[in-house]
């Protein structure tokens, strides 16, 4: 295989991998990470950074979502000042302390995890 | 171009076309057809009565076991509700005077979370900022006699669901539609003897698909018609297999109307087929649109989702701004197009050249009707249209009580389709009221380019006529110049004459720069680089302003 044949498969495993194909897992993992918010759904179900990490909330979507704790605890409305964010809109949350949370967004989804719902765990280094 | 460069784009681009599918995720098992439903099939008896029972409709859902109906006396509700036991029936005792009012601070009127089979009967709700009625995977849904005004969102909705049925009911004033179905196949789904207005769709219906029927409904005074649409936003696309027949659809995009930028962009048109395939648009009557009165085009996404194998017939279709039917490219085959009673169909002759028996051209379209689509979806990124609030959308006059009021019989949503599954035979072309004339006159258009939105006609001149008219100087010119030329033998002569007009574009590019033309260099440049450069400019000045590059 020459370099140029490697450079090509390269290139279209990178593009697969970096885009997420259907099979990839429902697990949004990393430091700081963007959740998408479709029509009528969390783009990952379940969320996991790290202590200090940030999810940032993205509207992708042409209905109006959000992302609310279940417990109360925190909110995109908090640092996005409304419950109702359309497409492009951005609510980033860091998360300072370790805990799992069940979120859901209040316009499609209930805090007992029905419909438009997810949760997000945040881990100790090393967790 | 080495082979392997090719193949490294080619990697590339099947790369990037992997990433062009929908968003991951995977439908309820109720919006693909799964029959299982946690509804009994029965009502239990028992009554819930708010507020003589429960002080607030949410307590007295919250209260409910399956199969029990919650009768809401007279009054205004300040409350939103959220349903989550299955097979309850909810209704008013007077569908123009049991209102739940969102007062514009929350979010749905009723919301029904994967709860199968509740029915939500003879009630309005209004004033919320998201939607006035929603369901959401579940398998059984019915609205009967609903009344949604100016909700935020869509007045009545069933999402990511299967077997239901919306009937006798009323919306208006809601940005993106007065009614919608979303994400299924089968939907298993009917919408009949309903009226939306003033919203920014009558319907809409993204990757809302098989066994979904509209029926004997009224939409008008919206943006646009109806709009069963392919879209990648949502799991399921492509649209397919929607029936449409016997509806009145008519004077949309002649009034005020709330919208979102999808609906911006389509308005004034009646019926519009948007990247859907397998559909029937049958016996409608479909009247005064400033746009089209039907449009079959493409919704270009992360796919680019075309129309085909459609089948429009049979439909009364008259005052259409551009034309009554158009189609518009790029385009799947096998649309077909039969005994419409029309006017003027783009491209012309559509029913002559699209029979849905017989020889038929493969994909015919054309493509200039796009252009005031693509207008006014700038015009929405530069700020140049005034958004209408949904709150000040009118009222609609006391709408028709359901037959029975609270004695009616009580009916969990269970098999819904299977009875009300219409028999599409028997739906003939709607009645006309008298007081509706055509009133809309046939507008002004360049090969389909039209005016009604400046920056759309002026996109449609720039990036489509003048290239086009352009090219055919290039033509014409390079053609005159060979015939008068004396250093070309005949043979050669004819060569150049047949590149140039069978190899479009290129032919004549290769002449002007190869053919040794004997026009001065600083024309041929300026007439090759120089003019197609500016149009060029336009068009991807359009698209970066359009958000679509």
Same mark, same amino acid.
């Given at each position: ?127 | ?68 109906? &919650?009768?809401?006396? *007279? $009054?205004? #509700?300040?409350? /939103? ?5 299955? !097979? %309850? ?48 995977? &579940?398998?059984?849904? *019915? $609205?009967? #006699?609903?009344? /949604? ?5 869509? !007045? %009545? ?55 979904? #029927? ?8 919206? !943006? ?326």
């Amino acid at each position: 295989m020459t370099v140029r044949l490697m450079v090509a498969v390269l290139v279209a495993a990178i593009a697969l991998v970096s885009c997420g194909g259907a099979d990839a897992s429902d697990v949004l993992e990393g430091e700081d990470v963007t959740l998408n918010m479709y029509d009528n759904r969390f783009e990952f179900t379940e969320v996991r950074i790290p202590v200090g990490g940030s999810v940032d909330f993205y509207g992708a979507g042409r209905n109006p979502h959000n992302a609310v704790a279940a417990d109360g605890s925190w909110s995109t409305e908090d640092v996005f000042g409304s419950l109702e964010q359309y497409e492009g809109d951005s609510a980033v949350i860091t998360f300072d302390q370790p805990g799992t949370y069940v979120f859901f967004c209040t316009l499609h989804g209930n805090a007992e995890g029905a419909g438009m719902a997810g949760t997000l765990i945040v881990e100790e280094p090393g967790g | 171009m080495g082979f392997r460069w090719a193949l490294l784009l080619a990697a590339g681009a099947i790369a990037l076309a992997a990433c062009a599918g929908p968003p991951r995720g995977e439908p309820s098992p109720a919006a693909v057809g799964d029959e299982t439903t946690q509804a009994p099939a029965e009502w239990t008896g028992v009554t819930r009565r708010v507020p003589a029972d429960y002080s607030t409709i949410q307590s007295a859902v919250d209260a409910a076991d399956p199969g029990d109906l &919650v009768l809401i006396d *007279r $009054g205004t #509700y300040r409350e /939103a509700v959220s349903v989550t036991t299955p !097979g %309850i029936t909810i209704r008013g005792v007077d569908r123009n005077e049991v209102v739940i009012d969102g007062e514009f601070e929350r979010g749905n009127g009723i919301e029904v979370l994967f709860a199968d089979g509740v029915s939500i009967e003879n009630l309005t709700s209004m004033n919320h900022t998201v939607n006035g009625f929603f369901w959401t995977g &579940v398998r059984g849904y *019915r $609205g009967s #006699y609903l009344t /949604a005004i100016n909700n935020g969102d869509y !007045g %009545i909705y069933a999402f990511d669901s299967g077997d239901g049925l919306f009937e006798h009911s009323y919306a208006s004033g809601s940005p993106d539609a007065a009614f919608y179905i979303g994400q299924c196949n089968p939907c298993d789904a009917v919408i009949t003897d309903s009226v939306g207005e003033y919203s920014g769709l009558g319907y809409s219906g993204s990757n809302a698909s098989t066994e979904l #029927y509209l029926v004997k409904n009224t939409f008008r005074y919206n !943006g646009a018609g109806i709009s069963p649409n392919s879209w990648d936003g949502e799991l399921l696309p492509p649209v397919e297999n929607v029936v449409i027949v016997g509806n009145l659809i008519h004077d949309n995009g002649t009034a005020d109307f709330p919208y979102k930028t999808a609906q911006w962009i389509v308005q004034g048109n009646g019926i519009l087929l948007t990247g859907s395939e397998n559909s029937i648009a049958s016996r409608n009557v479909v009247m005064n649109h400033p746009m089209n009165g039907i449009f079959l085009h493409p919704n270009i996404d992360k796919n680019v989702w075309m129309a085909g194998d459609n089948v429009v017939e049979e439909n009364l279709v008259a005052g259409s701004g551009l034309a009554d039917i158009t189609m518009a490219g790029p385009s799947q085959d096998g649309n077909c197009f039969e005994a419409n009673e029309v006017d003027a169909t783009m491209p012309a002759a559509l029913e002559t050249l699209q029979p849905c028996d017989g020889l038929r051209f493969p994909a015919l379209y054309e493509v200039g009707s796009l252009t005031s689509l693509f207008g006014r979806l700038v015009e929405r990124n530069l700020g140049l249209d005034d958004e209408i609030f949904y709150g000040e959308m009118p009222h609609p006059d006391a709408q028709p009580q359901m037959p029975g009021g609270d004695a009616a019989d009580v009916r969990p949503a269970v098999n819904v389709f299977a009875e009300a599954r219409p028999d599409i035979e028997s739906i003939g072309l709607p009645d006309v009221p008298a007081s509706l004339e055509v009133t809309q006159q046939k507008g002004v258009n360049l090969m389909g380019v039209t005016f009604a939105s400046v920056i759309g006609g002026f996109l449609g001149l720039y990036a489509y006529v003048l290239p086009l008219a352009l090219y055919a100087a290039w033509v014409v010119i390079a053609l005159w110049e060979i015939i008068r030329r004396d250093d070309l033998s005949t043979g050669a002569g004819v060569g150049w004459m047949l590149a140039i007009l069978v190899i479009p574009f290129l032919g004549v590019i290769g002449y002007y720069l190869l053919g040794k033309s004997q026009i001065p260099a600083a024309y041929r440049w300026t007439m090759l680089a120089g003019g197609m450069g500016v149009y060029v400019l336009f068009l991807v000045l359009g698209l970066v302003i359009g958000g679509i590059a």
